[in-house]
């Protein structure tokens, strides 16, 4: 069965770190470029950080560079996303998802077909 489960959300201050983690079952992991987006109230749900199954290439926002880090653990078969110097600005529920498409782009949601039920992470001034 493909599933994601992710953990790790929770409240943090201004310029602290929080490490989230997404557990990937099945051929989530091995097979399929991983990704995390994150959607705050109100607003569309936006790329954070991806990498590649292939390669460990990584890709990430603009808004992040310098501060998040995506890797995966393939022992663990587990994608984690490393954020530090937090803002409140990334306040948001954050997702990890499998991108399904091979040819998608993966910057767009519309890439992904499977996603994890959402952690939230507040991040207070």
């Known amino acids: 069965q493909e599933q994601l489960v992710e953990s790790g959300g929770g409240l943090v201050q201004a310029g602290g770190s929080l490490r989230l983690s997404c557990a990937a079952s099945?051929?989530?992991?091995?097979?399929?470029?991983m990704g995390w987006f994150r959607q705050a109230p109100g607003k569309e749900r936006e790329f954070v950080a991806a990498?590649?199954?292939?390669?460990?290439?990584?890709y990430y926002a603009d808004s992040v560079k310098g501060r998040f880090t995506i890797s995966r653990d393939n022992a663990e078969n587990t994608v984690y996303l490393q954020m530090n110097t937090l803002r409140p600005v990334d306040t948001a529920v954050y997702y990890c998802?499998?991108?399904?498409?091979?040819?998608?782009?993966?910057?767009?949601?519309?890439?992904?077909?499977?996603w994890g039920q959402g952690t939230q992470v507040t991040v207070s001034s």
């Open positions: 990498i590649s199954w292939r390669t460990s290439n990584t």
């Open positions: 099945g051929r989530t992991f091995s097979d399929y470029t």
């Open positions: 998802a499998r991108k399904g498409d091979r040819s998608g782009n993966l910057y767009y949601t519309s890439s992904y077909d499977y």
